[in-house]
């Protein structure tokens, strides 16, 4: 099996996988959203300057593209998106 037929058998599973995998991260995320407030308030109660930008994507998104990253067979970023 050459490298090329195992990256594209690992992008078909990936492809059927990541809406289950979206959908358990996003589950996981809205059960943990008050801890995960929390915890950024008590970082932001220091007296350091802090940016606070509300992000263009949520917290699941963010996290289901670095595990789809970590799964596949890329070793950058931008060969991940070609």
Do not use: P, W
């Amino acid at each position: 099996m050459t490298f090329k037929y195992l990256n594209e058998l690992l992008l078909m599973i990936l492809k059927d996988q990541i809406t289950d995998i979206f959908v358990q991260i996003d589950d996981f995320c809205k059960e943990f959203a008050t801890e995960i407030k929390q915890m950024k308030q008590r970082s932001l109660d220091s007296n350091k300057k802090r940016r606070n930008r509300a992000s263009l994507m949520s917290d699941s998104e963010i996290m289901t593209i670095m595990i789809g990253f970590h799964l596949g067979a890329h070793k950058t970023f931008k060969h991940y998106y070609q």
